[in-house]
């Protein structure tokens, strides 16, 4: 009786040693990123801040590189069978991770299976489109999203003559205003990050006018481009006629040159609403942002913008516990005051109608209006097939393709109109090689 009363004192000694036993054992979350600087500040944060919260599921984040390093990382991992259990992915991906069979569960299906309280129309209307299915089952769970705003230098519009309280609203404004600004910014009138992004994506949404067939790849891969039409030809025609005197500047196929905003050398420019912190940071002079400009001969325009940034994507092949962890982790992210938090201090936009309004009822944005410009632009007017969204496959790859395209244009190597025409033969090539892959 002595000898089983101290062997059943030792077992209990070693499970005490051990910790928690297996019947408490967290269950990990892995979540994959491409955050980086303050942004990966905000990914930590809110991984602790949820990790804190309760005790059943850590999640653990983790740096993958840039948007497309993350994207790939996460398909091989998924083929390899250890995929992550979230992955963010940029919203030019959104094609492939719909094309790529079994690597996901759609992020209605998982919260549905889960039991926890979701409904996708508590959702701003214009992030959710982007990420749902036509029928409107949302595949993926919005997160960090922005769209494009243009920014500008007070200081300098002073300097030029200009008044910054109201800056231009149209491209020939804009092409004017450049003009001026470039006499006291010699290198630089305005210039725009993210070149396809900008002048090809966002601005045929804002005119209404479409990029490709299919509502833009909504409706099915069976698409094909338009971006040659005379709007998309008479643009890159303006770009390049100011390239030649450095009116227009251009700065890169991505956010490289982001640093000629903040630096002072380009006092106009185009770019991300995700700016803001940068801006905020590294400016050392007054500045503000406002719309889009739109050409005001183009019928119905302005229409209203689409989002950049990227949604977190549920990989496939999970257990049931770890899907429900994952549940309670969006159901987390989705808290109005935590919404609230993330908006006004990121400059990302609040994925809820309920953040938003409650933002705009305390009267945040009369002091911080910069904040609600993307937003008034997302919310312009009801979307349509041609400002819904898109979603073509092997848009990453095909951005290089409209970049190099631009990018020989503007060096006088190709007219506007042989520039928009390759554009659109060598992205419709692009497009049906990934039709036959997903097809198979």
Known sequence: MNINRRLLCGAAFALS????????????????????GANNDVIVRLAEEFNQSQKEYKVVPTYKGSYPDTLNAGIAAFRAGNAPHILQVFEVGTATMMG?????????????????????KSYLPAITGYYSTSKGEMLSFPFNSSSAVMWINKDQFRKAGLDPEKPPKTWPEVFDAARKLKTVSPTCGFSTAWITWLNIEQFSAWHNVPIGTRANGMDGFDTTFQINSPLHVRHLQ?????????TFDYSGRTNTGEGRFTSGECPLFLTSSAFFGNVRANAKFEWSNAVMPYYPDVAGAPQNSIIGGASLWVMGGKKADEYKGVAKFFTFLSDVDRQVKLHTESGYLPITKAAYEKVKASGFYKQNPHLETPLLQLNNKEPTENSRGLR?????????????????????????????????????????QFERTVSR
């Open 392 to 432: 073509f496959g092997s848009l990453v790859q095909i951005r290089d393709i409209w970049a190099e395209e631009y990018e020989a244009a503007l060096t006088g190597k190709k007219t506007a109109k042989e520039a928009m025409d390759a554009a659109v033969s060598r992205g419709n090539e692009m497009l049906r």
């Open 100 to 120: 790529a069979k079994g690597a996901i569960k759609p992020v209605q299906d998982l919260m549905k299976e889960a039991g926890e309280n979701f409904d996708p």
């Open 238 to 246: 303006n770009l390049m006629d100011l390239q030649k005197d450095k």
């Open 17 to 36: 040693a051990l910790g928690a036993t297996p019947a408490f054992a967290q269950v990990e979350l892995q979540w994959w990123h491409a955050m980086t």
